[in-house]
């Protein structure tokens, strides 16, 4: 059986390798030329690793092996039933309102190409709805037998080989046959129990609810992070005793939620109850949160900066950790981008260094030392391999006093400096 893969991103790429590693023959396609040239040049930008090896280096030997193809171009190998994995996401337009255009140009490429018995699963996060009201339409239409399934992806970027592995999974189909096709293809890649929705919309809205509930979590801590801020509690402090109930699992405050996932999970919920009157407040206000935390942190470095008479505007502040989260290389609408973004129009001189996220940004320096000379503050955004912090080595290349602001509470000194956590 053959088994290809639409868009060799974040998820897509190590769910191929995975599925290639399972003895299966794999297609992989993206339509970025960019992204198939750092495929087949060993420059992919992901910090994922599996049995100790990169995914670059695992994806090159998948590839000798032709166990794995990669492409910008779809083209069938044979007319055998096969599989189709959708990882493409929904875009946003300017009105913020949601695109589907991206999947429809993977229906598009598949529909004249499809043979009887073909399975479709789409694993991307969808507003739901989108299957039955969507896709399932313009597959009736070819009056042939093909099988659609959804299954939403819930693995963590860094941990994708072991998440694909062992992560339980939600599966509907649009039918029964649908679903045995695509129950009968999951476990001959992996033993993770699969839980089966009644139906493909409760799946959809699954994935949603997931997203928008960590949402809504890391909002809480957020607002709990202020009050115990103005109370002069250690939120740190505070999330550890309040998780000693074995019923509370306060999570950990930071700078703020990036990537695409959980800040888009209202945008799809939002679109799927256009026309029906429900408001969706708890979920907006965590938004708003979440999406002023950067704001605030900024706000607590001016804070820092004046207790030290200085002011922002005349100051230098390095920022380290650019990613959207802790060990990651992705930095897709990360906190720690519209941090450095207001410190700039505040009239800060900005230095950036992160050493797993790529050298993009003119503000990015190639080394923690170059980052921290001469700098009046020092803002920790996102933790990552190869960072340490060594006192003296600060004291002899920042500015006095040493002003510290640490989102993520991986700071491992107080002497000698003025700490901030945020």
């Known amino acids: 059986m053959n088994v290809y893969v639409f868009g060799l ?36 930008i992901m910090y994922e690793y599996y049995n100790g090896k990169h995914i670059s280096e695992i994806i090159l030997d998948l590839i000798k092996q032709k166990k794995l193809a990669v492409s910008t171009k779809f083209k069938r190998i044979d007319n055998q039933p096969s599989v189709f994995i959708i990882t493409v996401g929904i875009g946003t337009k300017e009105d913020n309102s949601q695109d589907l255009s991206p999947i429809q140009s993977v229906i598009d490429e598949l529909l004249p190409n499809l043979v009887p018995r073909d399975l479709l699963i789409f694993r991307t996060t969808m507003i739901p709805g989108t299957c039955e009201n969507f896709i399932l339409p313009q597959l009736e239409a070819l009056s042939i037998p093909v099988y659609l399934a959804y299954c939403p992806e819930t693995i963590a970027e860094t941990h994708a080989f072991e998440e694909f592995r062992n992560n339980p999974k939600v599966l509907a189909g649009i039918n029964e046959e649908s679903y045995k096709a695509a129950e009968d293809f999951l476990k001959s890649l992996s033993d993770a129990p699969i839980y089966k929705a009644s139906n493909i919309r409760t799946a959809e809205m699954v994935k949603v609810a997931q997203n928008i509930q960590r949402d809504v979590n890391i909002a809480l801590i957020n607002e709990l992070g202020e009050a115990a801020s103005a109370l002069n509690i250690d939120i740190y402090e505070l999330q550890n005793l309040a998780n000693t109930h074995p019923r509370v699992k306060l999570l950990q405050p930071g700078p703020g939620v990036g990537g695409y996932c959980l800040p888009n999970a209202l945008g799809y919920l939002k679109e799927a109850l256009v026309n029906l009157n ?59 981008l519209n941090i450095v973004d207001c410190l700039l129009k505040e009239g800060a001189k900005v230095k950036a260094y992160d050493p ?15 980052c921290i000379k001469d700098v009046d503050c020092l803002v920790i955004a996102a933790k990552q391999p190869g960072i340490t912090f060594d006192l003296p080595e600060m004291e002899s290349l920042m500015e006095s006093p040493l002003i510290v602001v640490d989102t993520r509470n991986t700071f491992p000194y107080y002497d000698k400096v003025t700490l901030y956590k945020i």
């Open 9 to 44: 991103g974040h998820i897509g790429l190590p769910l191929a390798a995975s599925i290639a590693l399972n003895n299966k023959q794999v297609q992989g396609i993206d339509i970025n030329p960019d992204t198939i040239t750092n495929i087949k040049t060993k420059n992919i």
């Open 356 to 370: 797993v996220v790529p050298l993009i940004y003119d503000f990015q320096t190639s080394s923690f030392k170059e």
């Open 278 to 336: 429900v408001p969706l407040n708890l979920t907006h206000i965590a938004r708003s949160i979440n999406d002023e935390k950067p704001l605030k942190v900024v706000q607590k470095i001016k804070e820092a900066l004046k207790d030290a008479n200085k002011d922002i505007s005349d100051s230098s502040i390095a920022v380290v950790g650019l990613a959207m989260k802790d060990y990651c290389a992705d930095c897709r609408l990360s906190p720690s």
